[in-house]
């Protein structure tokens, strides 16, 4: 019969031996050197990319439908003038700022080739064929390296589409909007992550 000592030094050996996980490996047992590489920076852009879009389903779903179901506020792009809630857009854009101004690197932006505000067109060759891409296969996010002096970032954009008829309504009736014929499931625009790579 194994011992309640054998049993917990196999137990002590199982939990702090090399543990490999999508090429993490790290170890615990401080003899051993600690091995820990990368992780892809695809996977690095999917991960902020379903942070923020979570991020946005809740606030969408959760305060500005809620609170407008209920007839207390509703979202609208004017918030700051009137007593109202910014539009899901608007919160992505503005934490995205806030986020840039960290000055680790990471930025995201909501894009579109049909922008309702100029400023949210492509800003690159990069960006626009990126758009181009995910309009056409909104199933497969566009990715790449690019270079900003001597830094060198890698891009991921991802389709964002009309999911809800409000989407289509809105972009279609905006003042602004290039594009007025956008119909449900339509790709409005893109998500872009941006993450610092080493050289
Ligand atoms: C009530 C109006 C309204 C609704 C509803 C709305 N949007 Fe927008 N959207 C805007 C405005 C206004 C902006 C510009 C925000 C800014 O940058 O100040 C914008 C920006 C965007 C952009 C960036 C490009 C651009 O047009 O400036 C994308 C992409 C986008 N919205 C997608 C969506 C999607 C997807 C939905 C639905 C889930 C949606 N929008 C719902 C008004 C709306």
Same mark, same amino acid.
Not at 64 to 72: A, E, F, L, P, T
Not at 160 to 167: E, G, L, M, P, T
């Given at each position: /019969?194994?011992?309640?000592? %054998?049993? /917990? /030094?196999?137990?002590? @050996? ?5 543990? %490999? ?8 047992? %401080? ?9 892809? *920076?695809?996977?690095?852009?999917? #991960?902020?990319?379903?942070? @923020? $879009? ?5 606030? %969408? ?5 809620? /609170? ?8 609208? $792009? ?12 608007? #919160? ?33 060759? #990069? ?17 790449? @390296? ?7 970032? #890698? ?35 893109? @998500?872009?992550?941006?993450? *610092?790579?080493? *050289?």
């Amino acid at each position: /019969m194994t011992s309640l000592r %054998t049993r /917990m /030094m196999w137990m002590s @050996i199982l939990c702090c031996g090399l543990i %490999t996980t999508n090429g993490i490996a790290i170890s615990s047992d %401080t003899k051993k050197e600690t091995v820990v590489r990368g992780i892809a *920076p695809e996977k690095v852009a999917d #991960f902020v990319h379903s942070i @923020i $879009e979570a991020d946005r389903t809740v606030y %969408t779903s959760h305060v500005v439908n809620r /609170m407008h179901d209920k007839g207390i506020v509703s979202a609208n $792009e004017h918030w700051e003038q009137q007593n109202a809630l910014p539009l899901p857009a608007q #919160f992505l854009q503005r934490a995205g700022r806030l986020v840039a101004k960290k000055g680790s690197g990471v930025r995201y932006r909501l894009i579109s080739l049909w922008p309702i505000y100029r400023r949210n067109g492509p800003a690159t060759d #990069f960006e626009r064929q990126g758009l181009e891409a995910v309009t056409k296969n909104p199933g497969t996010p566009y990715r790449g @390296i690019v270079k900003s002096g001597k830094k060198q970032y #890698f891009q991921s954009i991802y389709a964002d589409k009309a999911v809800a008829k409000a989407c289509v309504d809105c972009h279609n009736s905006h003042p602004l909007s290039p594009k007025r014929d956008f119909t449900l499931n339509s790709v409005l625009g893109g @998500i872009v992550i941006t993450i *610092p790579i080493e *050289p």
